[in-house]
């Protein structure tokens, strides 16, 4: 009788694991933390009743629970409650080396942000790129993490899709695919010197990963959520869907020409690697191979591409372009989003108010961060990828940069009339107000990089 009361005991201890293996998931939280390693910072991390709890401590930078184990394409599942004072995340894919700053835990993260921000289940890549999916165009799910109380998380990789969701609503939808494996991990985030804050507690518990028969287990997109890729040169299956198509081929110049040539410019605009590229000549405006521009004419639409700037770089992306106009010396004439090395380039002091600077309308609407109008806009740097974005539909126009919108206005408006009246376009009768014109990437002299161009009609 007693052996069998041992052995019922015993199988009772020990059922759930089994059963999560037998179904597929393995659980990650056990009674104490091996197969973790906390990495970076000093923040205390201990299991207490099956919680993984992690602590605050001051004067240390961020820290990382990680697996020992790495992970390529699975489920994951966890719920956590996070301490409204503090912002937290888990590491996904992540990866530290001693080749790259140290060992500096880097990759992708997803966010749990009790900040009024709510960006919650949004997906930061830790010190290397920056926000790659925020929630400034999914408010709904902004509204589903729930501050001071338990929420679950689901995430699911497989392949270079990434999705998210908070307590069942679906709130990322990524394509990535520079990080195909590596490991997870819980972060503390660095409070400085906060002694206030010292103490403050991140949780997790009922953490569970599947690494098998992921099609069968996945759940199905929320069709209202938007889907944002930075694979190269390459539609997903979902942009096509929804209308979106390459402007540029990634390899050839079919579909452009120079604006005041009837051909592709033969030198000075060049394609290597997926990547198109005006090189570095005096730094003047179109005094080198020139802009060039799409042979298709648009009016509303949807254009999204990445850019790169050189150190003190200068160029533009026009649209509603007209080049029959100026036909002598600069550039052809059209609104243009600015492409600038703020801090370099003259041009950013220039103008009124920083209407010259970085996705600014040029000499018409500065750009500032209308999505969180509490942060600067955010631009990611010379060397750096940058994504913009421009939308026009029925005379409203919107510049987009890293997923932030930066600029709004009404091309039809009293408004934009009388701003282009004191601006260097006064003389161009109606400027910005034609029905149409294609698209045009600028030649100012400098060196600056352009990929994934890609275009939705509306």
């Known amino acids: 009788m007693k052996f069998l009361k041992l052995f019922f005991l015993i199988a009772l201890v020990f059922a759930p694991q089994v059963l999560c293996a037998q179904d597929g998931w393995q659980q990650l939280i056990t009674d104490n933390l091996e197969g973790w390693t906390r990495l970076n910072g000093e923040a205390n991390y201990y299991v207490e009743e099956g919680i993984i709890v992690g602590e605050a401590v001051a004067n240390t930078p961020n820290s990382f629970l990680t697996t020992d184990k790495e992970y390529g394409d699975f489920i994951l599942e966890f719920e956590v409650k996070v301490d409204p004072r503090i912002n937290s995340g888990v590491q996904i894919r992540s990866l530290s080396t001693s080749d790259y700053r140290d060992g500096r835990v880097h990759g992708y993260q997803v966010e749990l942000d009790p900040s009024n921000r709510s960006w919650s289940g949004g997906i930061y890549d830790e010190a290397r790129r920056g926000w ?4 400034t165009e999914n408010p709904s799910a902004r509204e589903a993490f729930q501050n001071g109380k338990w929420n679950k998380v689901r995430v699911e990789a497989v392949g270079s899709h990434i999705n998210t969701w908070i307590n069942g609503i679906h709130a990322a939808r990524l394509v990535d695919d520079m990080t195909a494996r590596g490991f997870i991990g819980l972060q503390v985030h660095s409070i400085g010197n906060d002694k206030a804050t010292e103490g403050a507690q991140i949780k997790w518990r009922n953490m569970r990963i599947r690494t098998t028969e992921l099609e069968e287990h996945r759940q199905t997109p929320d069709p209202r959520v938007k889907q944002i890729s ?3 040169n390459e539609l997903t299956e979902w942009e096509k869907d929804h209308g979106w198509r390459l402007l540029w081929d990634g390899k050839t110049s079919a579909g452009w020409r120079g604006a005041k040539l009837d051909d592709f410019p033969e030198s000075g605009w060049v394609m290597t690697d997926g990547v198109l590229t005006i090189l570095q000549t005096d730094g003047k405006e ?8 799409t042979k298709e004419q648009f009016s509303d639409f949807e254009l999204e591409l990445e850019f790169k700037i050189t150190e003190g770089a200068n160029s533009g992306i026009k649209y509603f372009v007209d080049p029959d106009l100026n036909k ?3 550039s052809a004439i059209g609104t243009e989003y600015q492409i600038l090395d703020d801090q370099r380039h003259s041009d950013a002091t220039k103008g009124v108010g920083g209407n010259r600077t970085v996705a600014s309308l040029y000499d018409l609407i500065p750009a500032k961060n209308l999505s969180v109008p509490s942060r600067d806009k955010p631009f ?9 974005r421009i939308v026009s539909r029925d005379g409203h126009v919107e510049h987009w940069l890293n997923n932030a919108k930066v600029v709004e206005y009404n091309r039809f408006s009293q408004i934009f009339a009388a701003l282009v009246e004191k601006s260097k376009y006064k003389d161009w009768k109606g400027f910005g107000r034609w029905l149409q014109g294609p698209i045009l990437l600028q030649d100012h002299g400098n060196r600056v990089s352009y990929r994934s161009i890609k275009i939705k009609e509306l």
């Open 380 to 388: 990611k740097g010379v060397g750096e990828w940058n994504k913009a």
């Open 328 to 330: 002598s010396g600069g």
């Open 230 to 232: 930075y694979l190269k």
């Open 132 to 135: 790659l999916y925020k929630l």
């Open 286 to 293: 179109a005094t080198g191979p020139g802009d060039i521009v």
